[in-house]
C-alpha cells in the first residue's frame, strides 16, 4: 500500500517524505481533538485518523525494504 503516488529519488527522502506527512497529521488530529466536538469535528478526526494508519502501514512496508538490502 502507497501513501503517496509519486516515486521518490531513494528511501532515505521517502523515509523523511512519511515522517513529516505523520507529523503533520498528528498535529491536526491534536488541533482537532482540541476543540468542540460535534458532528463535522468528529468526521474530520476519523477522517485524518485513517489517513494516519494509511500513512504508517505505507511507512512499515518502506522499512522493510531497508532490510532487503
Do not use: C, P, W
Amino acid at each position: 500500500m502507497k501513501y503517496f503516488y509519486k516515486e521518490s529519488t531513494g528511501l532515505n527522502d521517502d523515509i523523511k517524505r512519511h515522517r513529516d506527512e505523520e507529523e503533520r497529521l498528528i498535529a491536526v488530529i491534536a488541533k482537532l481533538e482540541a476543540e468542540e466536538n460535534n458532528e463535522n469535528n468528529l468526521a474530520f478526526i476519523k477522517s485524518y485518523r485513517n489517513s494516519l494508519i494509511v500513512l504508517q502501514q505505507s511507512k512499515a512496508e518502506l522499512l522493510t525494504k531497508l532490510g532487503r538490502k
